[in-house]
């Protein structure tokens, strides 16, 4: 089992960059909670509303908007746990998501690549992805697989399911992915289990974990909903990751993006705890800045990594496990 380095604690030879102090922190907190309550987010799936209408939230059916009491997302942020074991199907692999530890991950999601052999620029395919997981099992400084590419050579339908059927059996560390929608996601478990030798195992040594985004601003469309519904059901960790966009998506000053990121993320932990109490969850972020030249996200960026150290600041704040986009 494998546990990384401590950052941020304080210690010698530590490293830390603490952009706010405790009082800070609790300001942006009840903003959020501030938003939660008076705006709310848009949840446009059924089932998901009416999992937050019987236990307390403020539902507009017709706006789909739910607005949440601030004792409801108070609650879900103190049952979600504060320490995940994400399991590699080689336990030498296992990693431990906890307080002030620091690992690394690929980058996900391409869908163009330029190949290797030809130079070509090319649309990703079923065997790239195959080749991304073989690639980052191989590398120590990579402590857990995203999926890298997608497989767009396939019908895209059931594109997730022939992703994972590439991935999984040529990595033996933990893996994370999109699966799409909530019945995408419960075949990809089967396979998951299939793996391992059964659900039991799977749920005592998980090799999977699950991502979703929320559309900015505040908004959890249906495979949304349904992603972090089936996961809480099913026992695996969900990383809901907003991708805010400062200048488009979301409020230009990077206060005003904290907040409606927060808001999203908290969102979705709320339907999280309320489907199964104690659901795996964490505090997922790709959200940085707009380049006003191009209209597109400003990656590398000075305002991206202040945005990534925030994030991860609120996210031990809160006592959660968390995912943050690299710059």
Known sequence: MKRNLHAGKRQSGGLSL?????DELEEIHLATLEVLEKTGLLFDDEEALDILAGSGAIIDKKTRIAKFPPYLVEDAIRSAPSKLLLAGRNPKHDFVMESNRVGFTNFGEG???????TGEHRETTKADVAASALIAD??????VYERAVGAGDVPQDTVQLHNAEAWLPNTSKHG???????????????MASAIVGGTDTLLERPIISFITCPVSPLQLVKESCEIIMESA??????????????????????????VDHNAEILGGLV????????????????????????????????????????VAQMATYYLLPSWVAGG
């Open 18 to 22: 603490k952009l706010f102090t405790d």
């Open 111 to 117: 869908v163009f690549i330029i190949d290797p052999y």
């Open 138 to 143: 191989y590398l120590s400084e990579i402590d």
């Open 176 to 190: 994370f992915m999109g699966p799409g929608n909530g019945y995408l996601l419960k075949k990809i478990v089967e």
């Open 233 to 258: 059901r099913t026992g695996l960790a969900c990383n809901v990751l907003s991708m805010a966009m400062a200048g488009g998506s979301s409020p230009v000053t990077l206060a005003g993006t904290l």
């Open 271 to 310: 339907l999280s705890q309320l489907t199964r109490k104690g659901a795996k969850f964490i505090y997922g972020s790709s959200t940085t800045a707009m380049d006003l030249r191009l209209a597109a996200a400003s990656v590398g960026s000075p305002e991206c990594a202040l945005i990534n150290a925030a």
